[in-house]
Structure formats: structure tokens, C-alpha cells
Nanobody, 115 residues
Framework: QVQLVESGGGLVQAGGSLRLSCAAS????????MGWYRQAPGKQRELVAR???????NYADSVKGRFTISRDDAKDTVYLHMNSLKPEDTAVYYC?????????WGQGTQVTVSS
């Protein structure tokens, strides 16, 4: 089993910054990709950012230039650095790990951006 533990969410004013962390543990063996998704009330879960095993990244258009994803392979941890936050970034943020055809999810962490 793989466990993902997220941290770093909270309440921040518009224009502020937060850093989310997600630590993976358990029977990891290898990681193909890790990423962050978010789900706002009444909306579908959407990809925010993803980083592959070779360091290749991709971002949702809505966060490009504001968010940066990074990973520390020695710690099996992925980070999401969020700058210039907007009220529309308010959502529950979920960590995701892909290993082959298997996908694992964290429990989610709330990010609330006040205007």
C-alpha cells in the first residue's frame, strides 16, 4: 500500500503564498509521476500540476506562472509552491501518485483564499 500525507493548506489573503507538501510512504518502489489536483465546491476535480520521473512538468493554464511543482526523490515528497493566490484558487487540494497503472490519492488539504 502507498500512503500520501499532505500538509500546508490554510487560509490566505489574495496575493499571498502557500506551500503544499505531500510525503509518500509505504510500498512505493518506483514513482512515475506525482501531482496536485484540486476540487472546488460544485466543480469537478481538475489537474493543477504534475511532475514526471524525469522532472518534466505540466500545469493547468490557470496557474501557469504562479504555481511551481517540485519533488524531492530522496524524501519521496512533492511540493506545490503557490504564489499570487486568487480567490478562485480556493479548493481542496489532493496529492496524487502514479505508479504504472495505479493511482493513489491523499486525503486532501483545504486552501482558502480570501479577497
Amino acid at each position: 500500500q502507498v500512503q500520501l500525507v499532505e500538509s500546508g493548506g490554510g487560509l490566505v489573503q489574495a496575493g499571498g503564498s502557500l506551500r503544499l507538501s505531500c510525503a509518500a510512504s509505504g510500498r512505493i518502489f518506483s514513482i512515475d509521476a506525482m501531482g496536485w489536483y484540486r476540487q472546488a465546491p460544485g466543480k469537478q476535480r481538475e489537474l493543477v500540476a504534475r511532475i514526471g520521473s524525469g522532472g518534466r512538468t505540466n500545469y493547468a493554464d490557470s496557474v501557469k506562472g504562479r504555481f511551481t511543482i517540485s519533488r524531492d526523490d530522496a524524501k519521496d515528497t512533492v511540493y506545490l509552491h503557490m504564489n499570487s493566490l486568487k480567490p478562485e484558487d480556493t479548493a481542496v487540494y489532493y496529492c496524487n501518485l502514479q505508479r504504472g497503472l495505479s493511482y493513489y490519492w491523499g486525503q486532501g488539504t483545504q486552501v482558502t483564499v480570501s479577497s
